[in-house]
T-cell receptor, first 117, second 113 residues
């Protein structure tokens, strides 16, 4: 149980285009979803937290107009990287938590590798 | 400042051997501590999660310990296997915001045959 999927697993896009990444909780209702970014050999960095039906809360330094987050249902959140640039190339990971999971537990997705050329 | 430090940064061991990874934190007030395993190019997978009142928890060949007084934790891996090669991340949450995970920089473990 408590499986989180991401799609796509990797994507290559040209500079200036937008990319959408999906995060789904497959077998539980995710009341809260989190989006992280991880650069090579570094720790995960929280970008934003979203609750179903509410606007996302962004961490300091994360541009909300560039990284659009939508959490429209209890099983789906999307991250759209708008006008992507090479410096946005990174590993994006989502996680989800919900009332049916273990207390405090966040279940992580497998990640999406974004490369902007 | 809330911080989580791990040691060693990297570790190489032979298959079948045991090893222990260390985690020190300054997070206060403390809520819980987790250990995750992250394979290269994959998302983290939870190994253990411990709250203030727990001082040891096992998950198969993985055993985590917690000393909330000294703010230290360890992850012991028994009879290592090649598939244990990964990064192991210690993550702590503060009581005032358990959703905000404070990540350590990880220990990169390589197990050789």
């Amino acid at each position: 149980g408590a499986v989180v999927s991401q799609h796509p697993s990797w994507v290559i896009c040209k500079s200036g285009t937008s990319v959408k990444i999906e995060c789904r909780s497959l077998d539980f209702q995710a009341t809260t979803m989190f989006w992280y970014r991880q650069f090579p050999k570094q720790s995960l960095m929280l970008m934003a937290t979203s609750n179903e039906g509410s606007k996302a809360t962004y961490e300091q330094g994360v541009e909300k107009d560039k990284f659009l987050i939508n959490h429209a249902s209890l099983t789906l959140s999307t991250l759209t990287v708008t006008s992507a640039h090479p410096e946005d190339s990174s590993f994006y990971i989502c996680s989800a938590s919900g009332p049916t999971g273990l207390p405090y537990e966040q279940y992580f997705g497998p990640g999406t590798r974004l490369t902007v050329t | 400042k809330n911080q989580v430090e791990q040691s060693p940064q990297s570790l190489i061991i032979l298959e079948g051997k045991n090893c222990t990874l260390q985690c020190n934190y300054t997070v206060s007030p403390f809520s819980n501590l987790r250990w995750y395993k992250q394979d290269t190019g994959r998302g983290p997978v939870s190994l253990t999660i411990m709250t203030f009142s727990e001082n040891t928890k096992s998950n198969g060949r993985y055993t985590a310990t917690l000393d909330a007084d000294t703010k230290q934790s360890s992850l012991h891996i028994t009879a290592s296997q090649l598939s244990d090669s990964a990064s192991y991340i210690c993550v702590v949450s503060a009581a005032y915001n358990t959703d905000k995970l404070i990540f350590g920089t990880g220990t990169r473990l390589q197990v050789f045959p």
